[in-house]
């Protein structure tokens, strides 16, 4: 199936595969649930469905059956829904037009304590034929290939808006068939960021960026790392606590401890850049000297990772130890692809005795960075393809630590108030 018919979350904004969710002991039989026993974690499921939709977008529930087991101190739902959602033809709040289309739906609720939580989400158009993922995105959300032509309105709003997308970031697409597809993309992420947009309670702001023409999948392959999310429970040694007094704000780039933003370009390669950025810290610290540090000679030497399809910063440490220091940028400059490995040791310039696991605590986390300098950590992506600027505070759910998947340096932290 296309990216946007997958198994999707929360809302349908969460990647493709849905978190594994926290082991509960459950009976291994479920049965079949009556149908008022459905309505309510039915209803939860349709809620979560249409939340971020614009009104007369929302779909209305027309059948429901599943079965449920015991789960923990609840219940689990399996429920496969019919749900019918409304015809739209406003750019603005919808997907390219549709007339009303009918809708089957797998949803898993858990019951738990009175509460309910939503598993997993997959739903897709009844009537879809699943060709091969490019045709049936086509034929599924480009009318521009029917016979049936778009309105006007639509068209001339959304070609102007992918006209000055494709001048801005100066993009090139080789065939016309190229080129509306990759509209179809950018119109599809144009709805995702504004349902984005509309669930962050921060200053975040969504929009269009360099990345709007790129599916979610093509996103994640190309400049997130998965490794991450596969060996979240491997660590290093526990560093030694120093206690949970922080200062109320800190920000190590006004302390001179940080360099100037980097491009890890077309190249899953965060792990090395979040590693050579706490290294950087830790010298200007140690030593009153900020360096640029080399982020291809880890590419290129650390043989336990993969280079541009990802890593972890706890292989990268020791690869540096190994190999006896880091060159800096200027002696071993970043192609942003794999080459052999050319590291001199004559040339290292910084380097390092050992690395340690940190407090996931944000609290220690906040003394020991104003303290100790600038840290490597990983986060969970989430609408980071479509980020602009401010500060991003997405809903807990949809920013769960089960789907880590980028590497980052955090360099300091405050406090704002948000909505």
């Not at 790129?214 to 994640?220: A, G, H, I, Q």
Request: glycine share 8%; charged share 25%; net charge positive.
């Amino acid at each position: 199936m296309a990216p946007w018919l997958l198994l999707l979350s929360l809302l349908g904004l969460l990647p493709g595969a849905s978190p594994a969710p926290p082991h509960r002991a459950a009976d291994a039989r479920a049965r079949e649930a009556a149908y008022p026993e459905l309505l309510g974690p039915s209803r939860f499921a349709l809620e979560m469905y249409n939340r971020g939709r614009a009104a007369g977008t929302r779909a209305a529930l027309r059948a429901v059956r599943g079965r449920v087991r015991r789960a923990g101190e609840g219940s689990l739902y399996s429920l496969k829904a019919t749900l019918e959602e409304p015809p739209c033809n406003d750019p603005t709040v919808c997907q390219l037009p549709v007339s009303k289309k009918t809708l089957l739906c797998s949803f898993e609720v858990l019951d738990e304590l009175g509460k309910h939580m939503l598993l997993r989400r997959d739903c897709g158009p009844v009537d879809t034929k699943v060709t091969d993922d490019r045709n049936e995105t086509l034929s599924s959300v480009l009318p521009l290939l029917n016979k049936d032509p778009l309105p006007q309105d639509f068209s001339v709003k959304m070609a102007s808006i992918f006209k000055e997308f494709v001048t801005t970031y100066n993009r090139t697409y080789g065939t016309q068939e190229e080129a509306q597809w990759r509209m179809s993309v950018f119109s599809n992420n144009m709805v995702r960021a504004q349902k984005i947009q509309a669930l962050d309670r921060g200053t975040a702001q969504y929009g269009i960026t360099k990345f709007s023409d790129l599916t979610e999948e093509e996103f994640r392959t190309i400049y997130l790392n998965p490794l991450l999310k596969e060996n979240r429970n491997k660590m290093m040694h526990l560093a030694k606590s120093i206690g949970d007094h922080a200062p109320p704000e800190w920000d190590w780039r006004t302390k001179g401890a940080v360099t100037n933003v980097k491009n890890q370009g077309m190249c899953g390669s965060c792990w090395a850049f979040s590693v050579t950025g706490n290294v950087e810290g830790q010298w200007f610290l140690k030593q009153g000297d900020l360096l640029s540090l080399s982020e291809q000679e880890l590419l290129d030497c650390d043989k336990v990772d993969k280079a541009c399809l990802g890593g972890l910063p706890s292989n990268a440490y020791l690869a540096i130890k190994n190999l006896g220091g880091l060159e800096t940028e200027d002696d071993y400059s970043y192609s942003g692809h794999l080459q052999t490995c050319s590291f001199s040791a004559k040339k290292a310039k910084v380097y390092i005795n050992d690395s340690v696991e940190l407090s996931q605590n944000e609290q220690k986390l906040a003394a020991w960075l104003a303290k100790k300098g600038p840290i490597s950590v990983a986060i969970n992506a989430f609408g980071m393809q479509f980020y602009r600027r401010g500060i991003s505070h997405p809903l807990r759910p949809l920013c769960s630590p089960w789907l880590i998947d980028h590497a980052v340096l955090l360099v300091g932290y405050g406090n704002r108030e948000f909505h």
